[in-house]
């Protein structure tokens, strides 16, 4: 299995590599540090390596761009090995939460993945200050990372992929049965490594439609029962609305909101497009669709809800 996966990061990493793409977290470490910290004494023999930090510091005044870069890279290689590192750690550290609320007599009756893994998160929370959300969500990528995708996990740390590009595949994983797992991380990793995050998602999204054993048609049916609405504050007074729906009514509402905020547009009309569907959505779940009236407190009656010329509203 070792050889498995190391073939399939050798794989990802065939393109002849740079000095910082074949460093370790120590070298990355003394790459990264101010130039200050490296520099060697001022009575240092006068007979230096062509390697030395006066050699190297005349490098990098002749070309800052191309010392500044490594140095980016540098640090983008370092955070997917920290990140790697810390998926081990939360696993390790769900392991013995689990162990010690198995040990328990009054925990044992029900302790399983759930409870353990809402026991940990309590633990995440406070220990790295994160909301329980994303205590959850750290914990589920690193628990998916670590036994459902451990050759994702070992070329985020060694610097293959990113770390967005290790979220965006565990993500999509999760979405998957675990028997085609390892199918479906092998041929995202083979074609995947140096894609974007839009190109990659794309890319998981044809592998996991064509791996997936039931049909859209089961997928479906089965994700229509996870239906609902979520309210998100923002700033400044503001919130985010949003509806996880069936995508055919998606599309239907946005194209409805579309013709209506269109047929709202004139010349006196000062409003977006984009304003225009928010306030007519207000209008409608609100129940303050009226001739004359707006979405917008405080506007003029010449911002009608209804279409212009007829008054008359458009349910």
Known sequence: MKQQEEAGVNRSIAAAATEVELAGPESLVAMLLPWEANRVPAKEPAGQDADGPADKAS???????????????????????????????????HREVQ?????RPAS???????LGFTLTAEELAPLLNLSGRAAHRLLGHSLTLALDLPETLQCLG??????????????????LPAEV?????????????????????????????KLHPDSITTRKAAAVEDRHVELTPAHDGMAWFSAYLPAEQACGIDHRLTFMARALQHPHEDRTLTQLKTDVLTDLLTHHCEPGTTGNPGATSTHTTGTPGTGELLW
């Open 59 to 93: 490098e990098a005044a002749s070309d800052p761009v191309a010392t500044i870069s490594d140095l980016l890279l540098a640090a983008d290689r370092l955070l997917s090995w920290v990140t790697a590192r810390q998926a081990e750690l939360v696993v390790d550290l």
């Open 108 to 114: 044992r009756q029900g302790v399983g993945t759930g």
């Open 99 to 103: 162990s010690l609320a198995a040990s």
């Open 181 to 209: 797992l390892s199918g479906f991380e092998d041929q995202v990793l083979q074609r995947g490594a140096h894609l974007t995050p839009p190109r990659l998602t794309s890319l998981c999204h044809r592998i996991r439609e």
């Open 158 to 175: 060694m610097g293959v992929i990113s770390v967005r590009q290790a979220q965006i595949i565990a993500e999509e994983a999760l979405f």
